[in-house]
């Protein structure tokens, strides 16, 4: 499905991400992990097309996509859930879910989504009609991965998706990611909560200082000791 050949990222004259390869097939889970500052949020920014590569090839089904824009890149089937939410704040919840459809396929389908994006989080149907800046952070969370599933994508990017929730909340996020791969959804998910994170995944990427330094199963990946102590901090 997703294909990532010699991906180079630059920040001006600062290297971030250097001969990047990475694959994503149809119906995983795979997640990257890594320290921070590794280079995870500028390698989904530059798949959903919010950021420009410097060289290498990105690939969704054999197409390539390198130098497309995001709203291009959406009409191939990727949709991103960004670091930080991003929602619309003062525009209510039902408005930021519809702006998700924008595309026309998706606006074919407008009405079956907004029934799974309820049946997953209820209280954005409840809450249809509030100022999306009101929800607590945690259905703030929840409206923008919302609004990425309104996009119908086969592919979702997922950034950071549990960052700054509480405990519970957590446990309700990685149940949706669940059953939104059960749907058939691929999912690329970069995760500060790395063993939640591979506890989810199929096939785990270790991103340091911009190089993929491994891959695996996560059970590989927990068995590895620059795993262990760089990013589980276990010595």
């Not at 991906?7 to 600062?14: P, T």
């Not at 191939?76 to 930021?96: K, Q």
């Given at each position: ?5 010699s ?22 889970i795979?997640c990257?992990?890594?320290p ?9 920014n530059?798949?959903?097309g919010?950021?420009r590569?410097?060289s ?12 497309l824009a995001g709203?291009?890149?959406?009409r191939h089937?990727?949709?991103i859930?960004p ?6 704040p003062?525009?209510?919840v ?11 396929e998706a606006r074919?389908?407008h009405?079956d ?8 989080f ?9 100022r999306?800046?009101s929800?607590s952070?945690?259905?703030q969370?929840?409206?923008?991965i919302?609004r990425?599933?309104?996009?119908r994508?086969r ?9 700054g929730?509480?405990p519970?909340?957590?446990?309700q996020v990685?149940?949706v990611?669940a ?6 959804v691929?999912i690329?998910?970069v995760?500060?909560n790395?063993q939640?994170a ?9 991103l340091?200082?911009g190089?993929?330094?491994l891959?695996?199963?996560p059970a ?12 589980l901090g276990?010595?």
């Amino acid at each position: 499905m997703l294909e990532v050949r010699s991906l180079d990222v630059f920040y001006g004259d600062a290297r971030a991400l250097s001969g990047v390869d990475l694959d994503v097939a149809a119906g995983e889970i795979v997640c990257i992990v890594g320290p921070n500052g590794a280079g995870k949020s500028t390698l989904v920014n530059t798949l959903a097309g919010l950021h420009r590569s410097a060289s290498g090839r990105i690939a969704m089904d054999g197409q390539d996509i390198t130098r497309l824009a995001g709203h291009q890149v959406c009409r191939h089937g990727l949709a991103i859930v960004p670091e930080g939410r991003r929602i619309f704040p003062a525009m209510s919840v039902r408005d930021n879910l519809d702006l998700g459809a924008y595309r026309r396929e998706a606006r074919a389908a407008h009405a079956d989504s907004l029934n799974w994006v309820h049946e997953l989080f209820p209280v954005l149907s409840q809450r249809a009609g509030q100022r999306a800046g009101s929800l607590s952070g945690g259905e703030q969370q929840m409206l923008a991965i919302g609004r990425a599933l309104m996009a119908r994508p086969r592919l979702l990017l997922l950034d950071e998706p549990s960052l700054g929730l509480a405990p519970v909340i957590v446990d309700q996020v990685f149940e949706v990611i669940a059953t939104i791969n059960g749907r058939g959804v691929s999912i690329l998910l970069v995760e500060q909560n790395v063993q939640r994170a591979l506890d989810v995944a199929q096939r785990a990427y270790l991103l340091s200082e911009g190089r993929i330094l491994l891959q695996g199963t996560p059970a590989e990946l927990v068995a590895n000791d620059a795993v262990r102590r760089s990013v589980l901090g276990i010595a």
